[in-house]
């Protein structure tokens, strides 16, 4: 499903570098969230968004800073890369209801 | 805070035979339950909800439950073949004041053995 997109879907980078993860959706969702998915934890929530210009904290904020100045995208960046944040990201947005519609994942590197 | 309990975290059945996983969720103002399965390398995709005010739900071979008096919810497959082989993950939703909640389970690895 082409609604939603990620890029790049594979980055990897050095500690201390800025990164910058896109996501890009096409149904105009009002809702969309950042997850990072490491073995052991599961989906776990780094920020979320509830509307244009408005975004929140998840679970695992620290080191991440997102911004949402259009309905359809929502950026994460990573400030300063550590090897702690090599993970694979999914990005979602919620659908019709409560359900949430996942991107096809940027896994990152940094080395 | 509140969490998503999901066990087990791996799972082994022969082809033919009954799946099922458990979760416990935290959060009584929850009211939306869903389940998503993952493939290797792939993104999690919904394959089954249920929502509060409904017990059970099927679709073919994959069945949802839900008990919200003692906070827990199961997936059931039955007739488990092969391609069933996968990561799924439980997750308990909801609005509470105003504020939208999504809580993922640490997920149940199954592997269904031909």
């Known amino acids: 499903d082409a609604g939603i997109t990620q890029s790049p879907r594979y980055k990897i980078t050095e500690t201390g570098r800025q990164v910058t993860l896109m996501c890009h959706q096409t149904w105009s969702h009002s809702y969309m969230f950042w997850y990072r998915q490491d073995l052991g934890h599961g989906l776990r929530l780094i920020y979320y968004?509830?509307?244009?210009?408005?975004?929140d904290k998840g679970e695992v904020p620290d080191g991440y800073v997102v911004s949402r100045s259009k309905t359809e995208n929502f950026p994460l960046t990573l400030e300063s890369a550590t090897r702690s944040q090599t993970s694979v990201y999914f990005c979602a947005s919620r659908r019709q209801g409560l359900e949430q519609f996942f991107g096809p994942g940027t896994r990152l590197t940094v080395l | 805070g509140e969490n998503v309990e999901q066990h087990p975290s791996t799972l082994s059945v022969q082809e033919g035979d009954s799946a099922v996983i458990k979760c416990t969720y935290s959060?009584?103002?929850?009211?939306?339950f869903p389940w998503y399965k993952q493939e290797l390398g792939k993104r999690p995709q919904l394959i089954i909800d249920?929502?509060?005010?409904?017990g059970e739900k099927k679709d073919q071979r994959i069945a949802v439950t839900l008990n919200k008096t003692a906070k827990h919810f199961s997936l059931h497959i039955t007739e488990t073949q092969p391609e069933d082989s996968a990561v799924y993950f439980c997750a308990a939703g909801g609005v509470t004041s105003g504020t939208y909640k999504y809580i993922f389970g640490t997920g149940t690895r199954l592997k269904v053995l031909a």
């Open positions: 959060d009584s103002a929850s009211n939306y």
């Open positions: 968004s509830a509307a244009a210009d408005i975004t």
């Open positions: 249920i929502r509060s005010n409904v």
